[in-house]
């Protein structure tokens, strides 16, 4: 029988693979809706980087986890979000905070602040307990100061 210590340690190296099963860059999948980019919010902290998922339905209970990357190059998660689905429909708007002291997804440090640059933001829908995401969205944002995106709608995972 695995100690609590021990599985939470299981259990966020799974998040943090599941996390990854989003995809990379080399075969971002285009999922049946736009990118858009919109105006930055004229309180962004400078550095900021929001993202916005709208009327996610169905999802209830569930769980969605995003996480950045440098743009086009991979590499390590500079930063995510871990959202609890409430509702249906749900929708967020969320500044991404800064990776933990753990590598659980869901325990996150302060908020962010991301050079200029391009960005990679994945999402995936989870259901607690499962590592694999159910569905997924991908985009890239660019921050100029301070960036915001919405994700287009969740689809089939790469």
């Not at 902290?45 to 993202?51: M, S």
């Amino acid at each position: 029988m695995l100690t609590t210590g021990l599985r939470r340690v299981v259990l966020l190296s799974l998040c943090s693979l599941a996390l990854a099963s989003c995809g990379d860059d080399d075969d971002m999948t285009t999922i049946d809706a736009a990118v858009v980019v919109d105006a930055q919010p004229a309180d962004a902290a400078q550095g900021a980087l929001t993202v916005r998922v709208a009327n996610l339905t169905g999802r209830q209970g569930k769980i969605v986890l995003i996480g950045v990357t440098p743009g086009g190059a991979g590499g390590a998660t500079l930063g995510g979000l871990c959202i609890s689905v409430t509702a249906s429909p749900f929708s967020f708007a969320e500044v991404v905070k800064a990776p933990g002291a753990t590598s659980d997804p869901c325990t996150l440090g302060a908020v962010k602040s991301f050079a200029d640059g391009t960005y990679s933001v994945r999402a995936g829908i989870y259901t607690p307990g499962n590592m694999t995401p159910e569905a997924c969205s991908n985009a890239m944002v660019t921050v100029a100061g301070s960036g915001d995106v919405t994700l287009p709608a969740f689809g089939t995972c790469p």
